[in-house]
């Protein structure tokens, strides 16, 4: 017990641990590699977080084996019904270069996973250009078309998908989540999202 704990009651404290759980799956998502403890109050918890987030419309992810948690809205939840509980946040569509970045990680992730590489994948912008440069529309000034990316890059990372590495320019870890925003339903659909994208490549609009 550190110094922190002696200060509160067995009972304060075990509110307080509680609250912090709380606390981190409404700010975003909860690593277990970044916070073990966190990590065993919100397992050893894991009734009472389930309680409390469905008194709000949600439920909350808890995948032990990549070693994440998240806050979501059930599929389907919050439609028209009248006893439909309003969303804490409202539904936002990405713009296409976003949803393509997350696309080919997410089809990057896969590759690694077969291949068995680990489980920490990492990519460099220099990668991730080169992955993303034939499904964008063609363009003779490169820098403008890496200047894209980059947003695209800076959004993903806001999102939470990319994380930068310490000490290395440049260079991202992909997050495990990703594997929950874009499931294996939709990566058995890639092949046919990747013609929308090579059409907007050639000037179309992807769907």
Same mark, same amino acid.
């Given at each position: 017990m550190n110094k922190k704990e002696t200060l509160f009651t067995n009972e304060e404290n075990s509110k307080r641990r509680f609250s912090?759980?709380?606390? *981190? &799956?409404?700010?975003?998502?909860?690593?277990?590699?970044?916070?073990?403890? &966190?990590?065993?109050?919100?397992?050893?918890?894991?009734? *009472?977080?389930?309680?409390?987030? *469905?008194?709000?419309g949600l439920s909350v992810v808890i995948?032990?084996?990549?070693g994440y948690a998240f806050?979501?809205?059930? @599929?389907?939840?919050?439609?028209?019904? @009248?006893? !439909?509980?309003?969303?804490? !946040?409202?539904?936002?569509?990405?713009?296409?270069?976003?949803?393509?970045? &997350?696309?080919?990680l997410r089809k990057r992730m896969a590759e690694f996973d077969t291949a068995g590489e680990g489980t920490r994948l990492i990519i460099t912008r220099d990668e991730i250009i080169e992955i993303m440069s034939p499904y964008?529309?063609?363009?003779?000034? @490169?820098?403008?078309? !890496?200047?894209?990316?980059?947003?695209?890059?800076?959004?993903?990372? @806001? &999102?939470?998908?990319?994380? !930068?590495?310490?000490?290395?320019?440049e260079t991202y870890e992909v997050m495990r989540i990703l594997k929950a925003y874009i499931d294996a339903k939709w990566l058995n659909e890639f092949d046919a999202k990747l013609q929308a994208y090579k059409a907007y490549a050639a000037g179309g609009k992807a769907e």
């Open positions: 912090l759980v709380l606390i *981190a &799956l409404y700010k975003g998502v909860v690593y277990k590699e970044q916070d073990e403890d &966190l990590w065993r109050d919100l397992l050893g918890q894991r009734g *009472a977080v389930l309680d409390h987030f *469905a008194q709000l995948d032990e084996g990549e806050a979501t809205y059930p @599929e389907h939840a919050g439609g028209e019904e @009248e006893d !439909a509980l309003p969303r804490l !946040a409202a539904k936002r569509q990405l713009p296409f270069i976003v949803s393509l970045t &997350l696309a080919m964008m529309p063609e363009s003779t000034n @490169e820098v403008k078309l !890496a200047d894209k990316i980059d947003t695209a890059i800076g959004k993903v990372k @806001e &999102l939470g998908f990319l994380r !930068a590495m310490k000490n290395k320019e």
